[in-house]
């Protein structure tokens, strides 16, 4: 069983900062439900609406393990809503 | 305006600290926030990829009058004089891939303009928690008070869309050159 490690890591929902400290063994996908509770978002989370971002970059596999990202500690990760359907 | 500007007002100058926390991040990406005076926030758009150098691409103002009863608006205007733009004025539409289905079975993708309204007409953001688009005749079945709070409509929110479909992916200048043969070219004038 892999031991748990910790890491601080700051989470900005759209603006709102919600500073956690993370097992890097889960995946990043998993702390979404997490994020959006503590950032007071409410309605849909539907997590196929929201992206990460870390370093301008979209982080197109949320579901690796957050150890395997090498994020320093304390990085800023952004939370995006996905722009919604045109009208 | 309908609600105590004191309210909007606190609302206004949350979103600007939390853009402001994180303003090393934005103006790498190309997002300079150039003057907040309630109600609007003034931003300027840069394209920072092409090269060998950056393009200011355009501003918008984003106006928080009766945030967040309603939507905040927002304007597209010239990057240094803030004079509203009208459609043909910005200089691409801001398009999105989206998945063409048909019958459930995925048969491509197609762009679609962010960007609506006739060329001679004031432009407007076509997305959810737009105060624009939330007032045109065509969406008055989806309201705001379906968005409010779910992240739709933040300051940050909008300037993502803003920057992912109006910077993020200018690579250069489109160029359109059209030659015209103006005489014949002497190798040297005999003597």
């Known amino acids: ?87 | 305006m309908f609600v105590d500007p004191k309210i909007s007002r606190v609302k206004f100058e949350r979103e600007v600290t939390q853009f402001r926390e994180h303003v090393d991040i934005y103006h790498r990406r190309g997002v300079w926030l150039m003057d907040a005076t309630f109600p609007n926030v003034f931003v300027v758009l840069v394209a920072v990829h092409p090269k060998p150098f950056p393009m200011v691409a355009f501003g918008v103002v984003v106006n928080f009058e009766n945030y967040d009863v309603e939507p905040p608006s927002v304007q597209f205007v010239h990057p240094l004089t803030r004079a509203p733009l009208k459609k043909h004025e910005l200089p691409h539409r801001m398009q999105r891939a989206t998945p063409v289905v048909q019958n459930g079975q995925f048969v491509g993708m197609q762009a679609q303009d962010l960007v609506q309204g006739w060329d001679e007409a004031m432009p407007f953001v076509c997305l959810q928690g737009v105060r624009e688009y939330h007032k045109h005749p065509a969406h008055t079945g989806d309201s705001w008070w379906l968005y409010r709070k779910t992240g739709h409509g933040r300051l940050s929110n909008l300037l993502e869309i803003l920057a992912t479909y109006g910077i993020d992916s200018v690579r250069a200048a489109a160029v359109q050159l059209m030659p015209q043969i103006t005489g014949f070219a002497i190798a040297q004038p005999p003597s």
């Open chain 1, 1 to 87: 069983m892999a031991a748990e490690s910790k890491q601080a890591l700051v989470f900005v929902v759209e603006g709102t900062k919600v500073p956690l400290e993370v097992n890097v063994n889960r995946p990043l996908q998993s702390v979404l439900g997490e994020v959006l509770e503590k950032a007071d978002v409410v309605g849909d989370k539907d997590a196929s609406k929201w992206y990460f971002k870390y370093d301008d970059q979209t982080i197109n596999d949320p579901n690796r393990k957050i150890g395997e990202f090498g994020f320093p500690s304390g990085a800023v990760i952004f939370v995006n809503l996905k722009a919604g359907h045109v009208g």
